[in-house]
């Protein structure tokens, strides 16, 4: 099935240092949307985003959705331990009730 | 306030078996999806399930299938199991059929099933 392409595919950083990493899709969404998962649990909504061009904060975390309706963005400030994880974004379209997920980003924080 | 429920965490099948995933829907949702993810990937949408009718269907085969009862609980069933079927089965729950405008998925914990 298709999947999103993520990048990048991993990212190794510093307890304190800010993460970018983004999405893209061939096809139009009308919806964005960003999930973390953790080893052994079921991924959890950080951002929703529903307008072409919107940016959304949530604590710490910032998302935008791409003008093109075909990308999205996460940025995470000033990073912590329990931002480790698997961050995966995910899209969908009006009246469509199926998620497209992307590939997965992988956040390490080296001590 | 519970979230969604799924039984059970892990499941060891043979091929060729039948395999039957449970899922209880966050309260106050009246909406069940189903996904699969492989290892190292993004789950994947299977179907979903609104007013205990499958609604939408992913790309998988007439293997898979699902109901849900009137308490908006659910059930995946997967007929004649291949290895390639070893994954996490995700369930989410959303209140109404459209998910995220007004009620974006919530995941459960998923069931972990090996095919061996």
């Known amino acids: ?111 | 306030d519970a979230g969604v429920t799924q039984s059970p965490t892990h499941l060891i099948k043979t091929r060729g078996q039948q395999v039957t995933l449970r899922c209880s829907p966050k309260s106050g949702h009246d909406t069940v999806s189903w996904y699969q993810q492989a290892l190292g990937q993004g789950p994947q949408f299977i179907f979903q399930y609104y007013e205990e009718e499958e609604r939408q269907r992913g790309n998988f085969p007439d293997r898979f299938s699902g109901h849900q009862f009137p308490n908006y609980s659910s059930e995946l069933n997967v007929n004649a199991l291949w290895l390639g079927d070893s994954a996490l089965y995700l369930c989410a729950s959303s209140l109404g059929p459209f998910g995220s405008y007004n009620s974006p998925l919530h995941f459960g914990n998923g069931t972990r099933l090996t095919v061996t």
């Open chain 1, 1 to 111: 099935g298709q999947q999103l392409n993520q990048s990048p595919q991993s990212m190794f950083i510093q307890e304190g240092e800010d993460v970018s990493m983004n999405c893209t899709s061939s096809s139009i969404f009308n919806t964005w949307l960003w999930y973390k998962q953790d080893p052994g649990e079921g991924p959890v909504l950080l951002i929703a985003l529903y307008k072409a061009g919107e940016l959304t904060s949530n604590g710490r975390l910032t998302a935008q959705f791409g003008i093109t309706r075909k990308d999205s963005f996460l940025n995470i400030s000033a990073s912590i331990p329990s931002d480790v994880g698997i961050y995966f974004c995910a899209g969908q379209d009006f009246g469509n009730e199926k998620l497209t997920f992307g590939t997965g980003t992988r956040l390490t924080i080296i001590p």
